[in-house]
């Protein structure tokens, strides 16, 4: 029984093959999940630490900030996918390259010129989200201060002295997460029109051909 309880630590259970799948219903489940759950467990380290302990804080500082920090590139390239779903076309290869990368400001960017493609993008707080994006960008452009203390060249990979109120990120980051999920709302909408459009259209096709026109 150890043996087996032992061997399951190198099954990948948490990996879902539909993630190979960027496009299927799976995979945008696993998407959202896995960013909810960075950020929830971020949120719980600041409940946690964040004022029963705040000499605790240097200490959970960089986890905090990685996990919010990888849950925000996490949401936006669901919302990404959901714009995807209403455009239905290909993934183009200068597309797929900045979804690989790690970079929050180039994908906020690509999202929102995904949304601009769908309709006149609905303004729902622009500014906080670009601004919390930006900031995190500044800190961690490439999501790695957060990771290691220092670059491959051996500098430090974060301001010396660098102090951040918790309490204030979390508040700003469940704005932040608010304004995401109201555009992927927002976007949804959009999608099941078009579903709901789809399978009217395809109806009039078989109506018509039993019609026998």
Request: aromatic share 12%.
């Amino acid at each position: 029984m150890e043996e087996d309880r032992n061997k399951l630590l190198y099954k990948p259970l948490l990996v879902s093959p539909a993630d190979k799948d960027f496009k299927s219903a799976e995979a945008k489940s696993s998407w959202h999940s896995y960013s909810m759950g960075y950020k929830t467990a971020a949120d719980d380290l600041v409940d946690s630490y964040g004022s029963k302990y705040p000499y605790f804080w240097e200490l959970h500082l960089s986890p905090i900030c990685f996990l919010y920090r990888h849950a925000i590139e996490l949401s936006i390239k669901l919302l990404y996918l959901h714009c995807q779903q209403v455009i239905d076309k290909p993934i183009s290869k200068s597309h797929d390259k900045i979804l690989l990368d790690h970079k929050l400001l180039p994908l906020w960017d690509l999202a929102c010129h995904q949304m601009k493609l769908i309709v006149s993008l609905a303004p729902m707080n622009i500014s906080l989200r670009l601004e919390r994006v930006a900031e995190f960008t500044a800190l961690d452009p490439f999501s790695i201060a957060f990771r290691y203390p220092t670059d491959k060249k051996g500098k430090g990979t974060l301001p010396t002295g660098l102090e951040i109120d918790l309490v204030t990120l979390k508040e700003g980051m469940d704005a932040l997460f608010t304004a995401i999920a109201g555009c992927d709302d927002w976007v949804e909408h959009y999608a099941d029109i078009k579903k709901e459009m789809d399978v009217g259209y395809d109806q009039y096709l078989v109506d018509e051909a039993d019609e026998g026109y």
